[in-house]
């Protein structure tokens, strides 16, 4: 069984920061792509940004040069390091991971909120 648990996010203002984790665990092996999504009230899940195995990323046109997006592959975590946040990014942050050739898993999920 996997398990992902997200972690650090909260409130913060205006052109603040955040740094959210998700750290994997159980019965992994091999984590290919990690991604997070993010989905705001009243809006469709959306892709916010993916890395590859090589480290590779992809990230949606909304939080280029805000966002970034990296991995540990010795602890098994994700993150994603926010900054310059907007009231527009107040959402519940995902974290999913590819394992393996099909295997995909979903986290918690972990609320975000930009607001003064």
């Known amino acids: 069984q996997v398990q992902l648990v997200e972690s650090g996010g909260g409130l913060v203002q205006p052109g603040g920061s955040l740094r959210l984790s998700c750290a994997v665990s159980?019965?992994?092996?091999?984590?290919?792509?990690m991604t997070w999504y993010r989905q705001a009230p009243g809006k469709q899940r959306e892709l916010v940004g993916s890395?590859?195995?090589?480290?590779?990323?992809d990230y949606a046109d909304s939080v280029k040069g805000r966002f970034t997006v990296s991995r540990d592959n010795a602890k098994n975590t994700v993150y994603l390091q926010m900054n310059s946040l907007e009231p527009e990014d107040t959402a519940i942050y995902y974290c999913?991971?590819?394992?393996?050739?099909?295997?995909?898993?979903w986290g918690q999920g972990i609320q975000v909120t930009v607001s003064s």
């Open positions: 999913n991971v590819l394992i393996g050739m099909a295997a995909t898993y």
């Open positions: 159980g019965s992994i092996f091999r984590i290919n792509t």
């Open positions: 890395i590859t195995r090589g480290n590779s990323t």
